[in-house]
């Protein structure tokens, strides 16, 4: 992990552990993944207390970890807070205490409720968060990640793919698209989150949508966006794909 990085985590946590009383801390997301971009890439936290957080506290997290007070060194971070009973429910519902959007080029959202995410923001993110936790969250204080983080139910994980993929189709089709999609095929088919690109690698091995998964990668570089229609056409396929094959049935 890179450096700066490491050193704002251990800030963070150290930030956090005065407010609230942590039972756990943990990289999500790229970091949890090894696919960090510097430039790029988000830095994703969950933290992990046993009792509701009162508002108080709410606040006073916010304050301490907003980029303004505690300077992010990459394009933003994503917190969530979590009880512990949450983490290990297993649940598909947001299910946090408290969630912060804050960084350079990030747009700032701080919710404290999950009743108040707008449903067109997408309400699935969480639980498929804490599915790729389990698997690959990095422990900064507790428990390891796949003791403190449970797995979704297959169908579960389904219904939560298809989700995520229907919110990705009515947005401009991009690279992320293309290949958030080819990670939510993976994981469908082969059980394993990836991150986008190895995913897309491991998707584009089999011959599928090869050259168009090969310029998505690229654009991750600066290289041009895939062409839209042809996108649009695999996240479609994708998501017939999963919605037709039966969780679990997939080679």
Sequence with gaps: MDSEIQCYLDALVARAGGILDLTGAYAAGSIALDAYQP?????DVALVVEDAVPDLQKRALVDA???ENFACPARGLELVVYRSAVARSGAVEPG???ELNTGPRMDFRETHDP???P???GRFWYALDRSILHQSGRALLGAPADEMFADLASGDLQQLLLEAL???LALPATEDAVLGACRSLVKHRYGRWLSKVDAGLRIASTGCSSELIERSIAARAGGPPPPGPEARAFQRWVIDEIRRVRPGSAG
């Design 166 to 168: 229907t919110w990705w």
């Design 65 to 67: 970890l907003r980029h």
């Design 119 to 121: 449903a067109a923001d």
């Design 39 to 43: 430039g790029r890439s988000d830095v």
């Design 96 to 98: 946090f205490e408290v």
């Design 115 to 117: 009743d108040a995410r």
